[in-house]
């Protein structure tokens, strides 16, 4: 009993309390501003800032909500977070100067309310430059109108108002400082033979018209070998070895009797004659036998026979087959050397049977060994031989190459570029580097300076060697972008820049 009395005391002084409280509020006047700044923040009303002391009231103006945690989400409009909390409103004269836009979630309200580009403007806080919506980094078709982030962290690129007009008159712009961070480069539109490689592989072999076999005419020994080694490289006219031969010595007595007597001046005149004709018999015989030429002047001067002959080298080259061995017997014809001039070897090269109809005689030939991959040597196709393997599909090619210092080896394998010249020559061409191609519109961007580029659209032909043609859109000397297309692109608003021309802009595939 006595616990009910107290607390209905204790009730009605709480209920006086708070009627006193009141009546003193009423009394004081207290600003009706300090009841408004103390509710529970509504995002549906309009946001006004406490006017000074004689000054009528200023509306603020609400750039974005932020989450009242500090999470990095943002939201153009009133929202609340999971645990029903206002987003917090941030106002433009509340930014910092020169601060960057805070960015929002992917996933934002920018994506689900689908506002305009246009409902707001902002401007850089460090330019004064008005910015008109933030668009994709990544070139593709999605605009917020305040700072965001895509799904992989990076922010929206604001557009500025200046630059859409510049977009509107078909002119993309970046700062210079910008375009030297992004590694812009230009070269200008020139003229050039488009040419097609078609490569192929092949081995290196001797050239067939410059492998010499060194043998006799008659029957004989071998008495000395002067050269006596495999890969030993010979001079032309070099002594090679001395034989023996009967039937050398045989003609050379012959020879040397009939040169005496044809010097007797006791011979009449019809004997002379009769001599004369029988020395040019012998001499004739020797040089069918292949007597060698020093050894026959020789055999004139002395007019006396030799049992052993030195035999020379008739040509310069490098020995690669020596069955000749000292004292062993030869028959006419048997191989004793096989010489091969090497300052000349062939390449045949495998060329595919798709590939054989751009490939021509004369056509200039790029040849990579491995022995020597920083030293390309070049060729020519010399010989397209007239069949196709059954079952590599290829056909053999002979392109022959100079060897100097003899660096190239029978059988070592190569890779070759036969240049095929494509379509008419002395075209206008760029590198293909500098097209943006969508697959239904090509432009290149013309460099004017300065940090502007124009998109032009353009009509490709040919390509080849990494080149392009270009039959309309460009002329020559203008310079176009080589480097960082793409980069110009994300950095800029090319697809309103495209607008202008009366076409769809370029989307990244």
């Known amino acids: 009993m006595k616990r009910m009395v107290v607390l209905a005391i204790a009730v009605v002084l709480v209920g006086a309390a708070g009627t006193t409280g009141g009546y003193w509020l009423a009394q004081h006047k207290l600003p009706d501003g300090w009841f408004a700044a103390r ?14 002391p004689g000054e009528p009231a200023k509306e603020r103006k609400v750039l ?7 999470n990095p989400d943002y939201s153009p409009v009133p929202k609340k977070d999971p645990m029903g909390m206002d987003y917090i409103p941030v106002y433009e004269d509340a930014e910092e100067p020169g601060a960057s836009p805070a960015p929002s979630s992917a996933g934002g309200p920018a994506h689900q309310h689908g506002e305009a580009s246009d409902s707001r403007q902002t401007s850089a806080p460090s330019t004064g430059r008005t910015i008109l919506y933030y668009r994709n980094p990544m070139g593709l078709a999605d605009t917020s109108p305040v700072p965001k982030k895509d799904p992989m962290g990076m922010d929206y690129v604001p557009v500025y108002a200046d630059e859409a007009e510049a977009a509107s008159a078909g002119i993309v712009k970046i700062s210079p400082v910008r375009v030297q961070q992004i590694g812009v480069r230009s070269e200008p539109v020139g003229r050039r033979d488009l040419v097609r490689p078609i490569r192929a592989v092949g081995t290196v072999q001797f050239d067939e018209r410059r492998t010499f076999v060194i043998s006799t005419r008659f029957e004989g020994w071998i008495e000395k070998l002067l050269v006596n080694a495999t890969g030993q490289t010979v001079r032309r006219g070099e002594p090679l070895m001395q034989v023996y031969s009967p039937d050398l010595v045989l003609a050379q007595r012959e020879y ?15 004997e002379s004659a009769a001599t004369r004709q029988l020395l040019e018999g012998a001499e004739q015989r020797l040089r069918y036998l292949d007597f060698p030429l020093s050894e026959m002047e020789r055999l004139k001067r002395e007019a006396q026979a030799r049992e052993s002959v030195t035999i020379p080298s008739p040509v310069s080259g490098t020995v690669i087959e020596k069955p000749a061995l000292q004292g062993m017997r030869f028959m006419p014809g048997e191989t004793l050397y096989k010489i091969v001039d090497m300052s000349t070897v062939w390449l045949i090269a495998e060329v595919f049977e798709q590939d054989l109809a751009s490939v021509a005689v004369g056509q200039p030939a790029k040849i990579v060994v491995k022995a020597y991959p920083d030293q390309p040597f070049a060729g020519r196709v010399a010989f397209i031989y007239p069949t196709v393997g059954g079952q590599t599909r290829t056909a053999r090619v002979r392109i022959e190459i100079s060897n100097p210092g003899n660096l190239l080896k029978q059988e070592m394998y190569a890779g070759v570029e036969i ?75 090319l697809k309103a820049a495209l607008s202008g021309f009366g076409g769809g802009g370029h989307q990244h595939q």
């Open 419 to 493: 240049a095929s010249p494509v379509g008419r020559r002395d075209v206008l061409a760029v590198p293909d580097s500098a097209v943006i191609d969508n697959g239904v519109r090509q432009v290149v961007l013309i460099d004017r300076g300065e940090g502007r580029f124009e998109p032009r659209p353009v009509r490709l032909g040919e390509k080849g060697d990494g080149y392009v043609e270009i039959r309309d859109g460009v002329a020559a000397d203008e310079r176009v972008v080589v480097g960082a297309n793409f980069l110009i692109d994300a950095e800029s608003n």
């Open 256 to 270: 040397a009797l009939l040169s005496r007597s044809a010097q007797d001046v006791g011979s009449t005149d019809g």
């Open 64 to 70: 974005y909500y932020k989450d009242p945690m500090g």
């Open 39 to 52: 509710q529970a923040p509504d995002s549906h009303v309009q946001h006004t800032a406490a006017p000074a």
